[in-house]
């Protein structure tokens, strides 16, 4: 095989890590532009398009096996023009054609390979595909020359089933909503209904392998609980969120030595991940663990939600304060060789165990599962990459490894500590996985919500300095303030695409989360006006609901709305409930309109599958009960300001908002649009609590325990 360096492409001065990752194949990538179009016009070729992510397996496995391949390399050069997409800088393009994929070939994936004319319409599809025959699948050299074959034959027809292809996807986008009637609360039974009927009572999540985080749906079942806490299926719907938190925490998709969670499990334990770590599962993860804190009250999960934040703040954060995107799977099983491996990294073999914690090495073993041969289970290690290595996994709780081995409970959980710190400096020592550096101003948006409430909830100053650095970063280096625009990603410099809906709502959300735990009114401000960007960009004005693109790049071929809450929110469900928080602080009647019918918009999906947009029926509780608020009135250093919001604090509050009239600027702020909060002041020089419902206050009351007894109404 040729040295990387033989060959250079048009990938060479691009800013992310993915295509820089392709820059030096044989294949004569282009990035996504006018260059590669014109190029494809003026040939008349069809367009190979592949896209993928720097953090993604299966990606890596198919550039080594293909696009590596001189004589691959070859077959693509001559027969097409070859553009390379990561799809978390253009989730847009990704979005497109992955729409296509499943809707052609019934499922979809990454890397994603799509055939293209050559303004862009596609016309076969499909994901990896092997060097040669092979898993049931045609060899990739063989697709080539059958799909170049056949555009030679009759591209005029390939062209014209493209065309209709998009013509009928765009007609699905653009289908009304059935009614614009006012959708029933009944449709969160429904959607409770349907998640429990999935659920794993043995071992947590829903559905069987390989299993999602899903965060989403924990959001989901935790507000559903709030509803009412003493019915069957409150009480049903908070275990299925905390056993599910419980047994993911214990399972080997948590990292337990350094914190965080890779992507998913391969099997129905959480025992054997796919070890990529992704920011937005650590930001919505850390949430769902603080809010099952704020339920519970047990430690548990207060020290996994700690356990996330602080692995993001020491290997996830930029000196600047922005948060990198991801770290992959795979690395060198040893310095200076190029054997490589997924796991590689988190994987140990019983005996390099042993030789490092030394006496306690029955104990730890014992806890965490580790087994002489590898502690895989059966049928979860299809490639035996995990042969005579351990996963590490909770086997056993600290009271039964206490009961074990006739320590004490506090003995235990020391000893285990300590040997964990002792691996960790050894795991240090290895090839680390590569980090993904971009940094994304959706995913950010989330990891500013996460340590916004972690300061708010942990009283933890060193996380609301985390959010805030990032805040203060997005505004610095992806706000474009003259222009009213945000921008997508940063890696050296701020890369050239424009934000779409989701980087808006989600750096929205973090804003209002921020201005929450900090009470700084800027970044009420900075909401109000990414909000109102957001609204001019995506906002669709006919039927509700936000395209997650602006219309403005004529290359994308097609304005989708998501409508779909997975691995992350879709764009609308975030952006409804943000609306429905911002009408309150400034009290427009408007954002609540414009948050209703973004509701509205995706009754088809919300009547037929509720459980698809578990973020969305969030917004629909909280618009359908009646608006609360408690506004804190005092000096916000004040040590009676700081007792009453620890009060606020210990309780799970998802349909309240928290205002400071601070009797300074930010309560002046507040009071342009709200009159109710002119007049809050101290009572008796001490600061008082105020508890709302439509700014309608019940008698302020100043001591913790009043407060308490009014939260608990």
């Known amino acids: ?37 014109a190029k494809a016009r003026r040939e008349n070729k069809p367009i190979f398009l592949s896209i993928g992510y720097s953090t993604c397996h299966w990606c890596h496995v198919m550039e080594h096996e293909s696009f590596e391949s001189e004589e691959v390399a070859a077959i693509m050069n001559r027969e097409f023009v070859n553009i390379k997409v990561d799809r978390e800088e253009r989730p847009d393009v990704d979005r497109v054609y992955m729409t296509f994929v499943q809707a052609t070939t019934g499922g979809g994936g990454w890397p994603m390979s799509v055939w293209l004319t050559p303004d862009l319409k596609p016309f076969v599809g499909g994901t990896y595909f092997p060097p040669e025959d092979r898993y049931g699948q045609p060899g990739f050299k063989k697709v080539l020359e059958r799909i170049a074959g056949a555009w030679k034959q009759d591209h005029e027809k390939i062209a014209g089933q493209g065309e209709r292809i998009v013509d009928a996807l765009r007609e699905a986008q653009t289908a009304q909503p059935a009614s614009a009637e006012k959708i029933d609360t009944k449709i969160l039974d429904g959607a409770y209904e349907q998640i429990s009927r999935s659920f794993d009572s043995r071992d947590g ?4 392998a390989p299993k999602f985080p899903r965060p ?37 998709m948590h990292d337990h030595i350094a914190g965080g969670f890779h992507r998913y499990s391969v099997d129905r334990y959480w025992h054997v991940p796919h070890f990529e770590k992704m920011l937005y599962d650590q930001a919505q993860l850390a949430c769902a ?15 996994v939600a700690r356990d996330i934040l602080d692995y993001v703040a020491r290997d996830m954060t930029s000196k600047e304060g922005g948060y990198f995107s991801a770290e992959d799977a795979d690395s060198l099983f040893e310095h200076g060789k190029s054997e490589h491996g997924e796991g590689a990294f988190y994987v140990w073999t019983k005996q390099e165990i042993d030789a490092a914690v030394g006496d306690a090495a029955e104990l730890f073993d014992f806890h965490y599962g ?55 400096a050894i795991r240090v020592k290895r090839p680390r996985p590569h980090l993904d550096d971009k940094i994304i101003a959706a995913w950010n948006g989330l990891m500013i919500s996460a340590y916004a409430r972690a300061a708010q909830v942990l009283d933890e100053p060193r996380y609301l300095e985390s959010a805030t650095r990032s805040a203060q970063f997005v505004r610095a280096h992806l706000w474009d303030d003259s222009k009213k625009i945000l921008y997508r ?139 609360r608020q408690i506004v804190i009135a005092g000096k916000k250093d004040a ?52 508890v709302c419902e439509n700014f309608a206050c019940k008698a302020p009351v100043t001591d913790s325990n009043q407060l308490a007894a009014l939260l608990a109404e």
């Open 370 to 424: 580790v087994q002489p041969h590898g502690n895989a289970p059966e049928g979860s290690d299809p490639q035996d990459e995990f042969r005579g290595k351990n996963i590490l996994i909770q086997r056993h709780a600290i009271a039964e490894s206490s009961q074990r081995f006739k320590k004490s409970e506090e003995e235990v959980a020391k000893l285990l500590a300590r040997s964990r710190q002792i691996l960790f």
């Open 289 to 303: 663990y603080l809010d099952a804190f704020q339920i519970t009250r047990d430690r548990q999960f207060e020290s």
């Open 216 to 252: 989403v749906t924990l959001n989901f079942l935790s507000r559903f609980y709030a509803r009412d806490p003493s019915s069957e299926s409150g009480k049903h719907a908070l275990e299925m969120d905390l056993v599910t938190l419980r047994k993911m925490a214990a399972g080997g």
């Open 639 to 690: 040590p009676e300001t700081k007792t009453l919001l620890a009060e606020v604090h210990r309780h799970f509050l998802p349909k309240t908002i928290l205002l400071l009239a601070d009797g300074a600027e930010g309560q002046k702020y507040l009071g342009e649009k709200l009159e109710a909060i002119r007049s809050m002041s101290k009572v008796d020089g001490k600061s008082a609590a105020y």
């Open 1 to 37: 095989m040729p040295a990387a360096s033989e060959h250079t492409n048009g990938l060479a001065h691009e800013k992310s890590p993915y295509l820089l990752q392709h820059a030096h194949n044989p294949v004569d990538w282009y990035p996504w532009g006018e260059e590669a179009f």
């Open 489 to 627: 990603s940063y890696r050296g410099g701020r890369g050239d695409v424009e934000g779409f809906a989701d980087d808006y709502a989600f750096i929205i959300q973090g804003l209002l989360d921020l201005y929450e735990a900090s009470f700084d009114v800027e970044w009420l401000k900075l909401a109000i006006e990414l909000q109102e960007t957001q609204d001019g960009l995506f906002f669709d004005d006919k039927t509700g609901g936000y395209f997650s693109t602006s219309g403005k790049d004529k290359t994308v071929v097609l304005r989708m709305k998501d409508d779909n809450d997975s691995a992350e929110p879709a764009a609308s469900s975030v952006a409804a409930l943000n609306l429905l928080r911002l009408a309150q602080i400034r009290d427009k009647k408007q954002w609540e309109e414009r948050a209703e019918k973004t509701v509205s918009a995706f009754q088809p999906t919300l009547s037929r599958f509720p459980s698809a947009m578990p973020q969305m029926l969030i917004a629909l509780d909280f618009s359908s009960s009646k608006p």
């Open 205 to 208: 999540g829903f559905g069987s």
